[in-house]
């Protein structure tokens, strides 16, 4: 239970006490404004607390989006001010400093005819002294919505006049949608996604269920390509779009009802792939009953995906704290932005979830999975050779400035193990003296010199292994200082591309009945490991522990050991060796990641940026 308390008596007429009740609050009312500190006080140190000026008029979703948004331990709109039990103590001691009024921006505004206000609001007062002292206060984007407090009768008729004007619900409605999202996303799905929220929020049902509905919706999916049937092809692309449409859901019901959790976050941080990669090996089952072999195809989509997500993922984590000017080509990219059109066509280039799910629900229906996943393979590698060579002359015409936490970050991506770590603790000197680009430099020859060996000359060859052992060693050259240069964040991505690229060439090699499919499930186990560790990267609280990297033997631990399965066990020991590892590596990454998840430290991220 969460208490509010108000600096006075309500004003006759005011529905104040009715909406915060609403809300989830129970409600106390201070007799004197003198009085609110010694009912704050008595609330149990445990529960969230909330200041609401008597005065208050406004929306009542204005309320709810200051007084119970679950990732802001502090939180202020005019006339009300809330706290989380870690800002408690910053609340209280304002709340007791309060006693002369300080200098304030009128609460609410003249948009909405209410600038007659009052500017020594005991909640007011509060949040700005909490604030001054150190305390973060998120004040959320209010729009339309009003939050006023006036100062006599007038002006209180002129803000319920304000309030009357605006639809709260409407406006609640508009906002659970993303503020940018794809093409297909925005016109095909949110329209009518965002009823199906509201009507899941209206009969108790949470994200995270919504969330699940949606991955056991796409695993059914995959389950009707599997039987490689016309009808069941069909099936599967439309559970697949019903299971985007939940996708979407899940995220509009976390903002309509603000009902924002860790849980929450790991699912839906780790679902969407889950879905999209299983719905690949379902295609792949479903073309073996026919007779066609596409288990590669499905596995290189697989990587092919993966990697233009690292090179997201990198590319933002090496700038969004950089220091640079701003270059000509995202000023070009900014100028485009303003032609409406150029817009969606850029968002429809890159292929994002929106229209990768419609392209393959669409192609799975009415043609084959080999034409499905090459024409995916297509697409995709266009949409990460546009949106890479853009990233990549961003980077080369600004001069930015990165941080050592950018730079940590990207060596944390990177996934090095104990070979590459020693080696490149030895190789720090030569490292200082290197050019500039050498680092993404040595990880694409090191990665080109692996797979291109193992793609021409054959399984099991001891060649692969020397090139393997050249891998590691250059490897170790490209984090041996840090990754501070312009195109430093490449290296995670080549890392990775490696890494994938090996073990589909050797299981591609081997031509034995249950290679492909044993390498999709050690990619897929990987690959989570990997969507795992930015997950956390991104919530602040760093990579995986070093003991998981290691125990699971890093990057080019686990290239070394496959390229020497390959020349030693054959094809029968080398497929084996990949079950038992995908079962490993599976086991371990999830076991540490569901107790990281739903441990008490684990951050709560949502996205709200650019679809994937």
């Known amino acids: 239970m969460s208490t509010a308390i108000l600096t006075g008596r309500p004003v006759p007429g005011s529905s104040l006490d009715g909406d915060l009740r609403g809300l989830g609050f129970d409600v106390r009312v201070a007799e004197d404004p003198a009085d609110v500190p010694a009912l704050l006080g008595a609330v149990p140190s445990g529960q969230r607390v909330a200041v609401v000026d008597s005065r208050f008029v406004g929306h009542v979703h204005a309320l709810r989006l200051a007084l119970t948004d679950p990732r802001f331990d502090a939180a202020a709109?005019?006339?009300?001010?809330?706290?989380?039990?870690?800002?408690?103590?910053?609340?209280?001691?304002?709340?007791?400093?309060?006693?002369?009024?300080?200098?304030?921006?009128?609460?609410?505004?003249?948009?909405?005819?209410?600038?007659?206000?009052?500017?020594?609001?005991?909640?007011?007062?509060?949040?700005?002294?909490?604030?001054?002292?150190?305390?973060?206060?998120?004040?959320?984007?209010l729009g339309t919505l009003v939050a006023v407090v006036p100062v006599d009768p007038q002006t209180r008729n002129e803000a319920r006049q304000a309030v009357a004007a605006v639809d709260d619900e409407a406006v609640r409605l508009r906002t659970s949608v993303k503020s940018r999202d794809g093409f297909f996303t925005t016109y095909a799905i949110s329209p009518y996604s965002r009823h199906l929220a509201r009507w899941c929020a209206r009969r108790g049902f949470t994200p995270n269920q919504v969330t699940t509905a949606s991955l056991i919706t796409a695993l059914i999916a995959a389950g009707c390509a599997a039987t490689g049937t016309r009808a069941g092809f069909v099936a599967a692309g439309a559970l697949l779009l019903f299971s985007f449409v939940l996708d979407c859901a899940d995220g509009q019901l976390a903002r309509y009802s603000l009902q924002y959790s860790t849980l929450g976050a790991w699912l839906d941080a780790t679902f969407d792939r889950a879905k999209e990669y299983a719905y690949y090996a379902g295609l792949a089952l479903g073309a073996a009953r026919g007779g066609d072999d596409v288990w590669a195809l499905a596995l290189g989509a697989m990587v092919l995906q993966t990697?233009?997500?690292?090179?997201?993922?990198?590319?933002?984590?090496?700038?969004?704290?950089?220091?640079?000017?701003?270059?000509?080509?995202?000023?070009?990219?900014?100028?485009?932005?303003?032609?409406?059109w150029t817009v969606w066509v850029r968002r429809i280039i890159v292929l994002p979830i929106g229209e990768r799910w419609a392209l393959?629900?669409?192609?799975?229906?009415?043609?084959?999975?080999?034409?499905?996943?090459?024409?995916?393979?297509?697409?995709?590698?266009?949409?990460?050779?546009?949106?890479?060579?853009?990233?990549?002359?961003?980077?080369?015409?600004?001069?930015?400035?990165?941080?050592?936490?950018?730079?940590?970050?990207?060596?944390?991506l990177t996934d090095r193990g104990y070979p590459a770590?020693?080696?490149?603790?030895?190789?720090?000197?030569?490292?200082?003296?290197?050019?500039?680009?050498?680092?993404?430099?040595?990880?694409?020859?090191?990665?080109a010199a692996v797979v291109g060996t193992a793609v021409f000359t054959g399984f099991g060859g001891w060649l692969t292994v020397a090139a393997a052992c050249l891998y590691t060693v250059l490897s170790a050259l490209a984090v041996a200082r840090p990754l501070k240069g312009a195109l430093d964040w490449l290296v995670p991505p080549f890392f990775r591309a490696a890494e994938y690229g090996t073990v589909l060439a050797l299981a591609a090699q081997a031509g034995t009945d249950g290679a492909l499919p044993a390498a999709f499930g050690l990619v897929a186990a990987v690959a989570y490991h990997h969507y795992d560790t930015v997950y956390r990267i991104r919530g602040g609280t760093g990579a995986s522990p070093s003991w998981l990297v290691r125990a699971i033997g890093g990057q080019e631990g686990r290239v070394l050991l496959i390229t020497l399965a390959a020349a030693l066990l054959g094809t029968q020991g080398f497929t084996a060796l990949l079950t038992a590892l995908a079962v490993a590596v599976a086991l371990v990454v999830l076991a540490e990641s569901i107790r990281f998840w739903v441990s008490s430290g684990a951050p709560a991220v949502h996205d709200e940026g650019e679809p994937a």
């Open 421 to 447: 770590e020693v080696l490149a603790t030895a190789f720090q000197g030569v490292a200082r003296r290197m050019p500039v680009f050498a680092p993404p430099a040595f990880a694409l020859l090191g990665g």
């Open 77 to 141: 709109i005019p006339g009300a001010v809330t706290a989380r039990p870690a800002a408690r103590a910053a609340l209280e001691q304002a709340l007791r400093e309060s006693t002369v009024p300080v200098a304030a921006e009128p609460a609410g505004g003249a948009a909405h005819g209410t600038a007659a206000v009052t500017v020594d609001s005991p909640a007011d007062r509060a949040a700005a002294l909490a604030e001054a002292a150190g305390t973060a206060v998120h004040r959320p984007e």
């Open 360 to 412: 393959i629900a669409v192609l799975t229906a009415v043609t084959t999975p080999r034409i499905t996943l090459v024409v995916l393979l297509v697409g995709c590698a266009f949409a990460a050779c546009y949106t890479t060579a853009g990233r990549v002359l961003r980077s080369l015409t600004r001069k930015a400035g990165r941080t050592d936490g950018a730079a940590q970050a990207l060596l944390d």
């Open 307 to 340: 990697c233009r997500h690292i090179i997201d993922f990198a590319f933002i984590e090496a700038n969004h704290d950089a220091t640079a000017s701003i270059s000509p080509t995202a000023a070009l990219s900014d100028r485009l932005d303003s032609v409406g």
